[in-house]
């Protein structure tokens, strides 16, 4: 099922690169939430994938919803992002990526984060470690929050969310640097292959992070709320790092008055 995940996100990825440029049709989802007819392409092809190699299994697709097949084995869930990075991939900034995630009772068993720009496929396998382009990959070995570059993202409705801007202000001040790429998945990937030391945001939902959970904690890295307990991909926020500096990127998020 790894390989038919990679194979999968690679076919989509090529797809978003042939029409990247040249898209003619965006759609406004609310305000600033966009999608375009790449995100919709994308999603068709990997569900048309999946219903003929596994007809049995539920899909959960940012763009078409949650379908579960009658008679089928709702045990196991594809959870589809076709193209995160949408308002990158709609202005013509190169961060985008396909990212797909197999759960199965509950858990991610499978996740594959493929950039195309980049021609990087992450990859990873419960118990099995994580990968980039098939070479194994693990969380970075920093220590120290003020050495650390961390990545976060700006949710569409960051408006309403208490404490933005304090936790935003208070992670400028204490690492090294903090960036915004616009695509959580592949900020996830950075994170299990160490480019980053940590990520937070808000506001997420399931298919922004599922394959990147099980990218982070099979590189070696720890993730969970902004109280320390254990992250589910049904519920945002999100707090994920190498592990080492995760108490300390705690101590900035935890709510206060
Ligand atoms: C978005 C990206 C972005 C994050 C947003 C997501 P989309 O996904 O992952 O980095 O900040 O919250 O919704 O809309 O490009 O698939
Ligand atoms: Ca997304
Ligand atoms: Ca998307």
């Known amino acids: 099922m790894l390989n038919f995940a ?3 996100a690679r076919e989509a990825g090529n797809l978003l690169l042939e029409k ?7 759609t406004k989802k609310g305000d600033i939430n966009l999608v375009t007819e790449a995100d919709l392409a994308s999603e068709a ?11 049995k299994h539920s899909i959960l697709a940012e763009e078409s919803g949650e379908a579960v097949v009658k008679g089928g084995d709702a045990s196991w869930k594809w959870i589809i992002d076709p193209l995160d990075g949408t308002t990158n991939y709609a202005h013509g900034y190169p961060c985008f990526c396909v990212t797909i995630a197999l759960e199965h009772a509950g858990e991610i068993v499978v996740g594959v984060t493929y950039d195309p720009t980049r021609d990087e496929m992450f990859a990873a396998e419960e118990g099995e470690g994580a990968s980039l382009n098939h070479k194994p990959i693990s969380v970075s070995s920093e220590s120290r929050l003020s050495e650390s570059l961390i990545v976060t993202g700006f949710p569409y409705n960051f408006r309403d969310i208490p404490n933005f801007e304090r936790s935003l202000k208070e992670f400028l001040l204490t690492s090294r640097g903090v960036r915004r790429d616009g695509s959580a998945a592949i900020d ?15 506001g997420l939902n399931p298919w922004d992070v599922a394959a990147g959970k099980l990218l982070i ?11 320390g307990s254990p992250f589910s991909i049904y519920k945002p926020p999100i707090c994920a790092s190498n592990g080492l500096i995760h108490d300390q990127m705690l101590a900035v998020l935890r709510p206060r008055d």
């Open 6 to 8: 990679i194979q999968t």
């Open 20 to 26: 990247f440029g040249r898209i003619s049709s965006v």
């Open 45 to 55: 092809l990997i569900i048309e994938r999946i219903k003929s190699f596994y007809p």
């Open 188 to 202: 996830m990937a950075y994170v299990a292959c160490g480019r980053f030391d940590g990520f937070w945001e808000e």
């Open 217 to 227: 904690e099979e590189a070696g890295g720890r993730i969970s709320y902004y109280d």
